[in-house]
Nanobody, 115 residues
Framework: QVQVVGSGGGLVQPGGSLRLSCAAS????????MAWYRQPPGKERELVAR???????TYADSVKGRFTISRDNAKNTVYLQMDSLKPEDTAVYYC?????????WGQGTQVTVSS
């Protein structure tokens, strides 16, 4: 099994930047993809960005060109660099990992974009 722990949220002004981290532990070799999801207040959880097999990346249209997902294999950590943040990016962000036979969620980290 794999466990993931997300961190790095906070309060930032519009136009600012934050970097989220997702540290994985356990059977790292079994991970197929890692991703960040978010759940804005009163809305459903949505996929923000995903990295597959350590290199193939996909993004939600709303964050393309502003967010970058990357993976540091030596640290078993996935990062989400968020630039040019907007108030509509405010949400609880969840780290996720999946592979053969498992789907693991982190505990969520709050990102608030407000002046």
């Amino acid at each position: 099994q794999v466990q993931v722990v997300g961190s790095g949220g906070g309060l930032v002004q519009p136009g600012g930047s934050l970097r989220l981290s997702c540290a994985a532990s356990g059977n790292i070799a079994s991970i197929y993809a890692m991703a960040w999801y978010r759940q804005p207040p009163g809305k459903e959880r949505e996929l923000v960005a995903r990295i597959i097999s350590g290199s193939i990346t996909t993004y939600a249209d709303s964050v393309k060109g502003r967010f970058t997902i990357s993976r540091d294999n030596a640290k078993n950590t996935v990062y989400l660099q968020m630039d040019s943040l907007k108030p509509e990016d405010t949400a609880v962000y969840y780290c996720h990992a999946n592979g053969a036979g498992f789907s693991s969620w982190g505990q969520g980290t709050q990102v608030t974009v407000s002046s």
